[in-house]
């Protein structure tokens, strides 16, 4: 089956920084690439997706660049605020409603 | 539009008893996938439904059992508790007309098994 890895598991930013998580994937079937942010006590909220016809997206802050050769995909958060604190994840699928999360980015932007 | 509503939010059970938790898609959406988050395996994909029927399902033991009616409402049931089933299950709701949809999550049920 799929196998996701993500680094780093944890990242410690300044506020106004930028951040940068990086994932990848096992399976070359894999097409669709989405990144959840978790907070404490709440389900994950999916930020920004990518599919396998693109190869970066951005909204307003965040991006999202996808190599499929090199099967790797990357999440930027430009200018972080004490609000982007949380636990972010990665994940992956190859089109059968099933997604492989990575194990996930605890981000700590300092104040 | 309302999102994902999970039910209940905190469970607590003991071994060997059952548990049945329940989910309600955001409206309009067909797919219910189900899935386990626990601190040593992280989020893992237990099953997913569309239109009643169970269309993948991840690698968990057959005590991992769910359905969904044709309202897309969907329950889960875990029977014959074990200590390692304490976690937080989440569920995901999606339009279900591609394997690649936007899924949604819920805020989750936290089942603690002592």
């Known amino acids: 089956g799929e196998n996701v890895e993500q680094h780093p598991s944890t990242l410690s930013v300044q506020e106004g920084d930028s951040a940068v998580i990086k994932c990848t994937y096992s399976?070359?079937?894999?097409?669709?690439f989405p990144w959840y942010k978790q907070e404490l006590g709440k389900g994950p909220q999916l930020i920004i997706d990518i599919r396998s016809n693109v190869g970066e997206k951005k909204d307003q802050r965040i991006a999202v660049t996808l190599n499929k050769t090199a099967k790797h995909f990357s999440l930027h958060i430009t200018e972080t605020q004490p609000e982007d604190s949380a636990v972010y994840f990665c994940?992956?699928?190859?089109?059968?409603?099933?997604?492989?999360f990575g194990a996930g980015t605890t981000v700590t932007v300092r104040a | 539009k309302a999102g994902v509503t999970q039910t209940p939010r905190y469970l607590i059970k003991t071994r060997g008893q059952q548990v049945t938790l329940s989910c309600s898609p955001i409206s309009g959406h067909r797919s219910v996938s189900w899935y386990q988050q626990t601190p040593g395996q992280g989020l893992q994909f237990l099953f997913e439904?569309?239109?009643?029927?169970?269309?993948n399902k991840g690698n968990f033991p057959g005590r991992f059992s769910g359905r969904q009616f044709s309202n897309s409402r969907s329950e889960m049931n875990v029977s014959t508790l074990e200590l390692g089933d304490s976690a937080l299950y989440l569920c995901a709701s999606s339009p279900g007309t591609s394997g690649t949809d936007t899924q949604y999550f819920g805020p989750g049920t936290r089942l603690t098994v002592l």
């Open positions: 994940a992956a699928s190859r089109d059968d409603y099933k997604l492989s």
């Open positions: 439904y569309f239109s009643e029927t169970q269309r």
């Open positions: 399976d070359s079937a894999s097409n669709y």
